[in-house]
Nanobody
Framework: QVQLVESGGGSVQAGGSLRLSCAASGYIMNYNFMGWFRQAPGKEREGVAAIVTSSGRTYYSDSVKGRFTISQDNAKNTVSLQMNSLKPEDTARYYC?????????????????WGQGTLVTASS
């Protein structure tokens, strides 16, 4: 069964950096998109970034563009999210997700596989 496991979350000061990693039990190239989503208390889950595994094309939400970078490492079968210049509003639980077919990268219902999430806290 497909399993996604996130790691790398933690608590940092505003302006700091964290690198999240998602390990997949299956071959990530089998998924059209690998994505990162986040959900803050009382808010809807939202797309943060995604990567087209076959081409490396990336997508980002406007709120993180220029600060976050998504990448994949086929040798390690992982997808990472480098988060720089963290802001308090980035505080959320971050989830790794995968979808087997093409679609809207930021569509939560479109993703079939999800990790349990990892907490990220950026304090001012």
């Amino acid at each position: 069964q497909v399993q996604l496991v996130e790691s790398g979350g933690g608590s940092v000061q505003a302006g700091g950096s964290l690198r999240l990693s998602c390990a997949a039990s299956g071959y990530i190239m089998n998924y059209n998109f690998m994505g990162w989503f986040r959900q803050a208390p009382g808010k809807e889950r939202e797309g943060v970034a995604a990567i087209v595994t076959s081409s490396g094309r990336t997508y980002y939400s406007d709120s993180v563009k220029g600060r976050f970078t998504i990448s994949q490492d086929n040798a390690k079968n992982t997808v990472s999210l480098q988060m720089n210049s963290l802001k308090p509003e980035d505080t959320a639980r971050y989830y790794c997700a995968a979808v087997l077919s093409a679609g809207n990268w930021a569509s939560v219902p479109g993703y079939k596989y999800w990790g349990q999430g990892t907490l990220v806290t950026a304090s001012s």
